[in-house]
Nanobody
Framework: QVQLVESGGGLVQAGGSLSLHCAVS????????MGWFRQAPGKEREFVIA????????SPADSVKGRFTISRDNAKNTVYLQINSLKVEDTAVYYC?????????????????WGQGTQVTVSS
């Protein structure tokens, strides 16, 4: 059984930084394309960025370009999301997701496994 557990969320002031982690257990982590999504209150879940199982990240969403960076450590079965220059509009629950041998789809339905999410709240 594949399990994803996000951590690292919290309350931060605008302009600050956070590092989100997603630890994966079960399955073979190195075979998973890992994606980060987020969902703000009253809004649909949106794609943020992904990193492919074969290496290389996808283009991030326009709203986070230049501020969000994804990386992975296959030895630790963990994917990271570094968030810099946080904005109030980045406030959301952040989810990681896994897609076996995926191409890095922007579509949430393409991902087979999901974590429970971690809350990021940015204050002005």
């Amino acid at each position: 059984q594949v399990q994803l557990v996000e951590s690292g969320g919290g309350l931060v002031q605008a302009g600050g930084s956070l590092s989100l982690h997603c630890a994966v257990s079960g399955g073979t982590f190195s075979n998973y394309t890992m994606g980060w999504f987020r969902q703000a209150p009253g809004k649909e879940r949106e794609f943020v960025i992904a990193i492919r199982w074969s290496g290389g990240s996808t283009s991030p969403a326009d709203s986070v370009k230049g501020r969000f960076t994804i990386s992975r450590d296959n030895a630790k079965n963990t994917v990271y999301l570094q968030i810099n220059s946080l904005k109030v509009e980045d406030t959301a629950v952040y989810y990681c997701a896994a897609e076996p041998y995926g191409r890095g789809s922007l579509v949430a339905g393409s991902y087979a496994y999901w974590g429970q999410g971690t809350q990021v709240t940015v204050s002005s």
